[in-house]
């Protein structure tokens, strides 16, 4: 079977390997975050740099979570929320 699409070998890779549905699904989970995250930035008007100082966080964190290339902790989440006086929501959907 010749596959043509990236969605094709995604749902292939999906029904052979654990390992892969594991590392597809956390990067599903660092995208949205990095997304969350640049949101708020911009919605703020801060540069990394400011948002970084305002978070008390490395600005190489915020460019790491902005990125998607880190997983954000539990703790570095709420603290972003409670550093912006923002409500942070988990939510199973």
Do not use: C, W
């Not at 590392?23 to 970084?52: H, P, T, W």
């Not at 409670?82 to 959907?93: D, E, M, P």
């Amino acid at each position: 079977m010749t596959l043509k699409r990236i969605d094709d070998y995604i749902q292939a890779r999906k029904t052979t390997s654990s390992t892969f549905v594991q590392a597809y699904d956390q990067a599903e989970v660092d995208l949205e975050i990095a997304v969350a995250v640049k949101n708020l930035r911009d919605s703020l008007g801060l540069s990394q740099r400011a948002f970084a100082e305002l978070i008390d966080k490395p600005q190489s964190t915020v460019a790491r979570i902005e990125a998607g290339t880190v997983t954000a902790s539990n703790k570095t989440l709420a603290d972003i929320a409670q550093k912006t006086h923002k409500q942070l929501r988990i939510q199973f959907i």
